[in-house]
């Protein structure tokens, strides 16, 4: 009950602050005689649904979210996430988008009671999977799952037509003005291990953002390639499993244990690195990838605790073979052999890998085709990172040959370089989903100028009558 007035009263705060809620957009019929979309979102994680939130708050209603999994497995927090909690702080806000009764603290605490959340540390991920579904039924985001956006082209009038396929085969086509790809961490590219790694056979290794059988480690000797927190948390998963003993290999000599987002979470930095020129931009997210992320003491306590466990620092692997039905790797330390390898070695910027960007990959400029960083800050893995324009959009490597990209936004883990935090970070979403929201808004509202001017050249309603004493 406590949650059914809750959302009433977002519904009502909602309703109080609605100005301007003139709407200001007329559908465009599609080649299909059918009315286009004025905005496609792909992914229905935490992004998608604080942009289509945005974009009703904006008057933008002609909109849907379409997602490839079912109903609540959206994202990572029900899936590959494998900590228990989320590692940002509790009053960090977002798909809130400043409404203070649709915050997390809010849902929390008509859930659970005040007391719980004063006493609460931090947020258990089957919560925020709760919490995320809660808002985008209250405020009514638009969704369809069980769609996988698998190509885009150019269509006439403007329009982009997007090729949508269901977990059976069947497609179906939807055109729209705009398509924002809200798609995560791989949504410019794909989960990468080492080549060795990824010729090993598949019962012997998994990337840590796959589908793990955990309880089949019990009793195996596990290898974990990757310091950061999510190899640690897969390490932590298999060793409370039940596995005989767990290495986590390092390629530092000692793992990073400092985390560059809580430095960078205040307003000048997330509102305003965009803005900077390309060489301040590098410095900054160059200095900040470069750390890579942190992982919080409780994540390293929970590996810890196990005394079968081992930090190797100073470890990478150099190859691995398959050896009589175990994994043999070749270290600076000498060889090591395993019964079983997880990946926590991230994501590999490549277009060419999304099915729904395959058309265009090949035009998608990087920040490797438009700055070239002094000697001392190179690195090719950031360089391969989209250039985005200002509105999140991408923009052509050769001008003129895929003009139509100007309308594909992408709000993922591969706007970090061109934004800083935004696609994939909870403490970015109250700054980055309105500048997002802006600059759809502003490609909508320029690309109908001459409908708005008509509008106004037409417009005639009177303010006031005049009585009998006017004198003409």
């Not at 799952?145 to 403007?158: E, F, H, Q, S, W």
């Not at 982009?160 to 977990?167: E, F, K």
């Not at 560059?260 to 965009?274: E, I, K, M, V």
């Not at 390898?341 to 060419?352: K, L, N, P, R, S």
Request: aromatic share 8%; charged share 25%.
């Amino acid at each position: 009950m406590r949650l059914e007035a809750l959302a009433a009263r977002v519904r009502d705060d909602l309703e109080r602050i609605a100005h301007p809620r003139t709407p200001w957009l007329e559908p465009r019929p599609g080649p299909d005689g059918r009315p286009a979309l004025d905005v496609l979102i792909v992914g229905a994680g935490q992004s998608g649904i604080a942009i289509g939130f945005g974009l009703l708050r904006a008057q933008v209603r002609n909109i849907l979210v379409v997602d490839r999994v079912a109903r609540g497995v959206e994202g990572p927090w029900l899936t590959y996430a494998r900590m228990p909690t989320l590692r940002s702080p509790k009053d960090y806000t977002g798909p809130d988008l400043d409404v203070p009764s649709l915050t997390y603290q809010s849902w929390h605490e008509a859930r659970y009671g005040e007391a719980h959340w004063r006493d609460l540390d931090l947020i258990r991920r089957e919560d925020w999977a709760e919490y995320l579904l809660w808002v985008r039924d209250t405020v009514g985001v638009p969704v369809r799952n069980g769609l996988a956006a698998t190509d885009i082209a150019p269509a006439k009038g403007g329009l982009l037509a997007v090729t949508l396929a269901d977990a059976s085969g069947g497609t179906a086509v939807l055109h729209a003005r705009k398509v924002v790809l809200a798609t995560g961490q791989e949504g410019a590219g794909h989960w990468w291990m080492p080549g060795f790694v990824a010729d090993l056979p598949t019962h012997l290794r998994a990337h840590a953002a796959d589908p793990i059988d955990f309880a089949a480690l019990r009793g195996k000797r596990v290898a974990v390639l990757g310091a950061g927190a999510s190899a640690f948390d897969n390490a932590a998963m298999a060793l409370e499993a039940g596995a005989a003993e767990v290495q986590l290999f390092c390629r530092r000599p000692e793992p990073q244990v400092i985390q560059p987002y809580r430095w960078l979470t205040f307003a000048g930095f997330l509102r305003h690195l965009s803005e900077l020129d390309d060489a301040w931009r590098w410095r900054f997210m160059s200095r900040i990838l470069g750390l890579r992320e942190g992982f919080p003491q409780h994540t390293w306590d929970r590996c810890a605790a196990h005394p079968n466990f081992t930090l190797r620092g100073g470890a990478p692997w150099l190859g691995a073979r398959a050896v009589d039905g175990e994994v043999e790797a070749e270290t600076p330390q000498g060889p090591h052999r395993a019964d079983f390898v997880i990946c926590g070695t991230g994501i590999e910027m490549d277009f060419a890998r999304r099915p729904e960007l395959a058309r265009l990959a090949g035009n998608i400029a990087r920040w490797s085709d438009r700055y070239a960083p002094p000697e001392a800050e190179r690195d090719e893995r950031l360089g391969r990172f989209p250039y985005l324009a200002p509105d999140y959009a991408l923009t052509e490597r050769a001008p003129g040959r895929t003009p139509w990209m100007r309308d594909i936004h992408l709000f993922a883990i591969a706007s970090t370089m061109s934004f800083g935090p935004s696609g994939s970070s909870i403490n970015a979403m109250t700054t980055a989903v309105p500048k997002l929201v802006a600059g759809l808004t502003r490609g909508l509202f320029m690309g109908d100028l001459e409908r708005h001017w008509a509008s106004l050249d037409a417009y005639d309603v009177p303010q006031a009558v005049l009585g009998r004493k006017a004198v003409p």
